[in-house]
């Protein structure tokens, strides 16, 4: 009778278990798909085809983990895939910790991609990282940020200065190209390639290298 009631007991373990993880993998993929719109002034076109809407004014949308707020909102294609966002526009990505800011942003649902084409300015919270420049390319699912044009990466006593460079969050590593130097602690290098480790901050140069070294002064 004894071991009848131990298996009932597993049994039924097992069974709300399984429902429990069931609930919890729901509750994560409805969150996922949730898209949410709301603005001041709103107007729709809903003909097959020809899907449009148009939010100005505290304009806001959310699409599963990121919020974007700007003055104007241009949604288009189908289910809303599309946005273009101006004025103000503010991102927040509260799953990877990500905060953008621009004048202007173009978003896409599906593959969770934003794209800059002027000047913006980035902060990763997780990694303590800044980051500016005037085109940058961010993928959600590859976590992975492009940024050109007047580049400028900041990490507590690290400043990076390039017109390319390639963070990878999946693999903690900045990449710097076309003219990139850096400065750590006073000293400067250059080369052709630069690769900063964010999680050490261990910098590999490569290519044409020179250093500048500051010495202290012996007592």
Same mark, same amino acid.
């Given at each position: 009778m004894t071991d009848r009631r131990t298996l009932f007991f597993v049994l039924l373990l097992l069974v709300f278990s399984v429902s429990l993880f069931?609930?919890?993998? @729901? =509750?994560?993929? &409805?969150?996922?798909?949730?898209?949410?719109?709301?603005?001041? @002034? =709103?107007?729709? &076109?809903?003909s097959k085809g020809k899907e449009f809407t148009v939010l100005e004014g505290n304009a806001r949308i959310v699409s599963g983990e990121t919020l974007i707020n700007a003055n104007r909102i241009e949604l288009f294609g189908e289910n809303f895939r599309y946005a273009v966002c101006s004025g103000q526009v503010r991102v927040r990505d509260s799953k990877q910790g990500i905060y953008l800011k621009c004048e202007k942003l173009f978003f896409d649902r599906e593959k969770k991609i934003s794209r800059i084409e002027e000047y913006a300015e980035m902060v990763d919270k997780k990694n303590n990282l800044v980051v500016k420049g005037n085109f940058l390319e961010d993928s959600q699912e590859s976590e992975t940020t492009i940024i050109q044009i007047g580049v400028r990466i900041i990490k507590d006593n690290i400043v990076c200065r390039s017109e390319a460079a390639v963070y990878n969050r999946k693999t903690k590593e900045l990449e710097l190209s076309s003219s990139p130097y850096v400065i750590k602690d006073g000293d400067e290098y250059r080369a052709t390639r630069i690769i900063i480790n964010i999680d050490t901050d261990e910098i590999k140069l490569e290519g044409r290298v020179r250093g500048t070294i500051q010495q202290e002064e012996s007592k």
């Open positions: 069931a609930a919890e993998d @729901k =509750t994560k993929k &409805e969150k996922a798909d949730k898209f949410e719109f709301s603005s001041n @002034k =709103t107007s729709i &076109e809903l």
